[in-house]
């Protein structure tokens, strides 16, 4: 059983991660890390996907069908799972998965900052902006991780969607965010590694050329999935393909949780 840190970069297309994200693409060159594509479930959209990363079923299951569905989830959750089971639960992410997992609607300044042993989140850290700076949720990451050391958690940088709405995919902005996310989790990575961390770098979601996403083409459901294991045991670049909805059974497997019958696919790690 392992500790897990699974980071979501919002909108962070595959083929701009291998072409722009040099630490990562370099511990899958040296055989640290493993390199899966992995096709996204639709809707492309931000919140469906927070809810199936974390639940393993599609949107037709989880009832969370766009961005405007604002409730808890009603579906087995890998936060509730791991909380039922002694686990500490923690993530720096958008309200949003406050939302769906500890209270709906999300309240800028009651839920910013929790710390309760009482909710599937037991230590979160929450933004509602868009704009709000990789680096200072990064930060918060690291923080968390030093200070509680969670078995489980969730980072959640929303630059590339932020990015990729404002100039596009198709951009010097989305494309040097892509490098700011690499050289930051450059510098974060070896020492969650050193502390037994298991780090797993994917994705919601991509982002096109029109500055959007949400339909159904490979820039939009193409993202990426590092998964780099502390003790430096990766496979290279495996050239194939996961479904979206592996990851949270993986995520259940790797953490010595019980996999619920919802979760269908199979563990990919
Ligand atoms: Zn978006």
Not at 18 to 38: D, F, I, N, P, S
Not at 175 to 201: K, S, T
Not at 217 to 239: A, C, M, W
Request: charged residues 20%.
């Amino acid at each position: 059983m392992s500790k897990v840190i699974l980071v979501v970069c919002d909108a962070l297309r595959d083929d701009t991660a291998r072409q722009q994200m040099g630490y990562l693409e370099h511990l899958v060159e040296a055989k640290a890390a493993t390199r899966y594509k992995v096709i996204g479930e639709l809707p492309s959209m931000s919140r469906p996907m927070y809810e199936t990363l974390h639940t393993g079923v599609p949107a037709s299951k989880h009832g969370v069908t766009n961005n405007r569905v604002v409730r808890r989830s009603k579906m087995p959750n890998v936060f509730q799972i791991a909380s039922e089971n002694n686990k500490t639960t923690a993530a720096a992410a958008y309200g949003w998965v406050s939302d769906l997992y500890n209270r709906a609607p999300y309240d800028p300044i009651d839920d910013r900052e929790v710390d309760d042993p009482n909710l599937l989140i037991q230590h979160g850290r929450f933004y509602i902006e868009d704009s709000y700076p990789d680096s200072e949720l990064f930060a918060t990451a690291g923080m968390l991780v030093r200070k509680f050391q969670p078995d489980y958690l969730l980072v959640h940088p929303m630059g590339m969607d932020y990015l990729g709405h404002t100039y596009s995919s198709d951009s010097q902005e989305y494309r040097n965010n892509a490098i700011e996310q690499d050289q930051i989790m450059a510098n974060l990575i070896p020492e969650w590694l050193e502390a037994g961390y298991i780090v797993i770098v994917t994705a919601d979601h991509g982002m096109t050329s029109d500055k959007m996403h949400g339909g159904t083409s490979l820039e939009v459901r193409q993202v990426p999935l590092y998964f780099i294991p502390p003790d430096g045991q990766g496979k290279g670049d495996t050239n194939t393909t996961l479904s979206q909805l592996q990851i949270a059974p993986t995520v259940c497997h790797l953490l010595g949780l019980p996999i619920p019958e919802t979760m269908t696919q199979t563990p990919f790690a």
